[in-house]
């Protein structure tokens, strides 16, 4: 009770750009936390990673249109205001939470100029047309207007995590730290998404997640690891009724294909009854 009513008063709620501006002025050493919403433990544990090496925390709750490839996806994307301040107004020391609205991030009427790669378009960039231009324009303005030291992000969104590295650490000062996949008691990674399955569902994912988790042990097995992977998508799409995007052997270095089992991860990509979930390994 003491913990609540402490963050409670600790815990500012900056609504528009002219209080962000005022609020963060004084503070250099700041830690910031992206987020959509939904808020889980794998959003937390981010948070706490801010919270123990920076001097204020702020995380932001703005689900981005512009990165979204698909309305339906964008218009079923389950975040709860109401639900995610209830959840952060138990963690001590958050500092800030900001929620902009659509006009405060794009002010700007000018078009966005970032370009991906050729050799970056892979993986969800190659699935979702438009989704990390959109992820790097946010990146973009959200850095520009909270001028933070560090931003933590999860290693469960990658390919995220590598382009927006990438992209930040050479326009800006500010480091972005790569924090540890969360997973549940089955070992799902957790995400946002997960909130869209019902019980039963859930479940089925789990198992689903489970036998794609074992796969990392089967590699070892295999000297052209990206040959078996491919045999496996066939056989589990079928074995499973799910479709699977993608399933690939990479280095973690620069995302290249890699039939070597250091230095490398296998990254997923599936839809389940509509649902596009994501995982690496
Ligand atoms: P999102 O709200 O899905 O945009 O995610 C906000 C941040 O939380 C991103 O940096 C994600 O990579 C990170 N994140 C999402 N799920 C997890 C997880 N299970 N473990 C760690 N970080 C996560």
């Known amino acids: 009770m003491f913990y609540l009513l402490n963050n409670l008063i600790q815990m500012k709620i900056l609504l528009n750009n002219e209080t962000l501006h005022k609020t963060l002025k004084p503070f250099d050493n700041i830690g910031f936390v992206p987020t959509m919403g939904g808020i889980h433990e794998g959003h937390i544990s981010l948070i706490n990673k801010s919270i123990k090496y920076t001097d204020k925390t702020i995380v932001s709750i703005f689900v981005n249109p512009k990165q979204f490839n698909s309305k339906r996806d964008f218009i ?39 370009v991906i790669k050729r050799s970056d378009k892979i993986l969800c960039a190659k699935f979702r047309k438009g989704h990390f231009e959109g992820v790097l ?8 207007l909270i001028k933070p030291k560090k931003i933590f992000m ?27 996949t969360i997973r549940n008691k089955n070992k799902l990674a957790l995400s946002s998404r997960n909130f869209l399955l019902d019980k039963k569902d859930l479940k089925k994912v789990e198992n689903i997640s489970k036998k794609f988790l074992k796969l990392k042990n089967e590699v070892k097995k295999h000297k052209y690891i990206n040959k078996f992977l491919g045999q496996t998508k066939r056989k589990f799409e079928k074995l499973l009724d799910i479709k699977i995007e993608y399933l690939e052997n990479r280095n973690v ?4 294909i890699s039939n070597k089992y250091l230095k490398s991860k296998i990254f997923l990509s599936y839809h389940f009854k509509g649902i596009r979930l994501i995982d690496n390994f």
């Open 76 to 114: 079923s994307y389950p975040s709860n205001i109401k639900n995610d301040l209830a959840i952060l107004k138990k963690i001590p020391k958050i500092d800030f939470i900001y929620i902009p609205k659509f006009k405060d991030i794009y002010e700007s009427k000018d078009k966005s100029k970032i």
């Open 137 to 144: 324009d946010v990146m973009d303005k959200l850095t520009n």
């Open 154 to 180: 999860g290693k469960k969104d990658y390919q995220q995590l590598f382009l927006v590295k990438n992209f930040i650490e050479s326009n800006y000062k500010t480091k972005v730290i790569g924090c540890k």
């Open 253 to 256: 270095k620069n995302l290249k």
